[in-house]
């Protein structure tokens, strides 16, 4: 209660840059930050001190030289979106499995969990004072990029003093060049690995993503729009894409790898297991060998940004394997049902019988 107190107490003074008229682009809406909203939450950590959370303008953060994160890498991220629906309002995405995940990535780093009731407040109060950079309804999001951070100073290794959780937004489009129903072509990486069994490839840290930098640029140079990633030990599993989860289908059965430490646990990839199950698809998480998935009838990728986007081609070891009855020129069947299901539940344009719509 305290920190709601202390949220609606910034909110009333601050100077409220988001109530400044706006005039935003949003036919041009692409995953960036030409749209970012003004206003950020912004709330500490220390010892005996507890959480203080407010609303501040999007700003630099003040961090010493020595601060944990800078130097060790005590940093974990989320991504979630607000939408405008159907039904006329604001809706986040099961934001408690946001928090959820954050608390066990701050869990697995060694830093102070925020609660999840502050997640929330904070992912709302964000929303809320930003509701003009929600795009209208068919747009686009409100991207919201919840960060924890070992903001506090410390020299030798250990976990940090103090903690500070971040939420910024912006408003944002498709996550791929194309759009958001183009294919993508994604090559399999066969040098670099992304994960390793006892790692941290299941914890949504920061660390986990620059490492996919170098094979991602050449990548993208060849053509391609992602890589996808093998696993460490037999170098023949599909583990992820840089960016998003990996689905095979075959006939009526969704396949996409386990959970077992090094996939990241995505909010997307359980809720598309779940609409596909109740759609009368077979729904199994295990091992798929690459060479399995360049046989399958469809492979399509996962994500908060990417949400769920049908993959046109995959090339491992010099073959390229095109999908689909139109040569991965147009999304695949499967993809396109599941994508639908999910965005017009998240949307509010069908009922949402799992209690997954949260109104902001
Ligand atoms: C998301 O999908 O929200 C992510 O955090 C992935 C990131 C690479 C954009």
Request: net charge negative; glycine share 10%.
């Amino acid at each position: 209660a305290s920190s709601s107190n202390t949220v609606q107490a910034a909110a009333a003074t601050a100077e409220r840059p988001s109530k400044q008229q706006v005039n935003l682009q949003w036919d041009q809406l692409g995953f960036g930050l030409n749209h970012v909203a003004p206003v950020m939450y912004h709330a500490e950590w220390a010892h005996g001190m507890g959480w203080k959370g407010e609303l501040r303008p999007y700003e630099p953060l003040r961090l010493l030289p020595s601060a944990q994160c800078l130097n060790y890498g005590q940093a974990v991220f989320e991504g979630l979106k607000a939408q405008r629906t159907a039904r006329g309002r604001i809706a986040l995405f099961r934001p408690d499995q946001n928090a959820a995940r954050m608390a066990a990535g701050a869990d697995r780093l060694c830093m102070a969990e925020p609660p999840a009731e502050l997640f929330l407040e904070a992912v709302e109060s964000v929303v809320r004072e930003n509701s003009q950079w929600v795009p209208p309804q068919g747009k686009g999001s409100l991207y919201l990029r919840p960060l924890l951070l070992g903001s506090g100073p410390i020299l030798g290794l250990g976990p940090a003093p103090a903690y500070t959780l971040v939420v910024f937004a912006a408003a944002v489009g498709a996550y791929f060049k194309g759009g958001q129903l183009t294919p993508i072509d994604l090559i399999v990486e066969e040098r670099f690995h992304r994960a390793a069994p006892g790692g941290m490839g299941g914890t949504k840290a920061a660390g986990n993503y620059s490492p996919v930098l170098k094979t991602q640029l050449k990548a993208k140079q060849d053509g391609f729009a992602d890589v996808v990633y093998l696993d460490a030990k037999h170098d023949k599993y599909l583990e992820e894409v840089s960016s998003c989860n990996m689905f095979m289908v075959k006939g009526k059965t969704l396949s996409t790898p386990p959970l077992e430490g090094t996939i990241l646990p995505g909010v997307t990839r359980k809720s598309v297991m779940q609409l596909a199950e109740v759609r009368g698809y077979t729904v199994e998480e295990r091992p798929i060998e690459v060479e399995e998935a360049m046989e399958a009838d469809e492979i399509f990728t996962s994500g908060t940004a990417v949400v769920v986007c049908s993959v046109g081609s995959l090339q491992y070891r010099g073959n390229r394997r095109k999908f689909g009855p139109t040569e991965g020129s147009e999304p695949g069947p499967v993809a396109l049902e599941i994508y639908n299901a999910l965005t017009r539940l998240q949307l509010e344009e069908e009922e949402d019988p799992f209690g997954w719509v949260h109104p902001v």
